[in-house]
Each structure stands twice: as structure tokens, then as C-alpha cells.
């Protein structure tokens, strides 16, 4: 079973930049396909992109500022988050699902969680 930790989270300005880090246990972690979602209180959790392999897919919402990346020797996979606003103000999960399946925009599909990092972008 492979474990979840996300790092990185923190009080920015709008229009700054954070990068988030999702670092994971277990020996199979490149097959994984990986998700980054975010919440806030009293909402659905929010799909902002997802890996798998070469292939990469964002939300509409994060598209051009929001780049997701993996360093599968470091077991880690990363969200570069640029040109912050505060409506991307959210606690923000990383999420692995079954060895090469698709990236899903649905937090069902995902079976392992990690324990998320608030993002709060100030204006």
C-alpha cells in the first residue's frame, strides 16, 4: 500500500507562485497514476490535474498557470502552481490510483490519499 505526504502549502500573495510536493512510499510508485485535487469547507473535492506516464491533464481552471510534473527516482510528484488567485485558495490533496489506469476527474477513482496542505492566496 502505498503512502501519501504533501508538502509545500502556504499563506502567498495573489499572483505569487508555490510548488507542491507529494512524496510516496512503495517501489511502484512510476506506475501509479496520480491525481491533485483541492477542497474547500462545504465543497465537492475539486480535480485541478492528473498524470499518467507522459500523459498529463489539467482542470480549465488551472490550464496555463498549474504545471504537473513527476521524479519517479525520488518518488515524488510535484504542482507548480504560478500566477495564484484567491480562488485557488483550498486544501490541496495528492491522490494515486491503479498502476496505468486513466486519470480520472473523479475522487472516487482514487484509492490512496494524502493527508492535504492549505493553500491560501491572499488579495
Known amino acids: 500500500q502505498v503512502l501519501l505526504v504533501e508538502s509545500g502549502g502556504g499563506l502567498v500573495q495573489a499572483g505569487d507562485s508555490l510548488r507542491l510536493s507529494c512524496a510516496a512510499s512503495?517501489?511502484?510508485?512510476?506506475?501509479?497514476?496520480m491525481g491533485w485535487f483541492r477542497q474547500n469547507p462545504g465543497k465537492e473535492r475539486e480535480f485541478v490535474g492528473g498524470?499518467?506516464?507522459?500523459?498529463?491533464m489539467y482542470a480549465d481552471s488551472v490550464k496555463g498557470r498549474f504545471t504537473i510534473s513527476r521524479d519517479n527516482a525520488k518518488n515524488t510528484v510535484y504542482l507548480q502552481m504560478n500566477t495564484l488567485k484567491p480562488e485557488d485558495t483550498a486544501v490541496y490533496y495528492c491522490?494515486?490510483?491503479?498502476?496505468?489506469?486513466?486519470?480520472?476527474?473523479?475522487?472516487?477513482?482514487?484509492?490512496?490519499w494524502g493527508q492535504g496542505t492549505q493553500v491560501t492566496v491572499s488579495s
Open positions: 491522490a494515486a490510483k491503479g498502476a496505468f489506469s486513466i486519470i480520472s476527474t473523479s475522487p472516487a477513482s482514487y484509492n490512496v
Open positions: 498524470i499518467r506516464g507522459a500523459t498529463i
Open positions: 512503495g517501489r511502484t510508485f512510476s506506475t501509479y497514476t
